[in-house]
């Protein structure tokens, strides 16, 4: 019987694998109207990304630059869509 291993998907950068991390834990997701990156106010999702980041690194990459890609990425993100008007956010 052939047994195949689970592969994880091939993610090209840091920052890309950040973001997956944080989808991953619950800590951002996307506009539904225009697919920007939006954050989740919720500190529960935030700590998980970051424990997720410091248990599994990609590999090369130190679980300290690894939580550190994270915070930046989810400091980088906003908790409304930039192409919405201010009226509708």
Do not use: F, Y
């Not at 694998?17 to 991953?24: D, P, R, T």
Request: some cysteine; charged content about 30%; proline content about 9%.
């Amino acid at each position: 019987m052939l047994m195949t291993k689970e592969r994880r998907p091939a993610i090209r950068t840091l920052r890309g694998w950040a973001i997956a991390v944080l989808q991953k834990a619950g800590a951002i997701h996307e506009c539904e109207e225009h697919g920007w990156a939006k954050d989740r106010p919720d500190p529960h999702a935030h700590e998980r990304a970051i424990e997720l980041a410091r248990q599994d690194p990609p590999a090369g990459v130190s679980a300290g630059e690894a939580v550190t890609e994270v915070r930046d990425v989810l400091d980088s993100i906003g908790d409304t869509c930039p192409e919405r008007p201010p009226d509708q956010a």
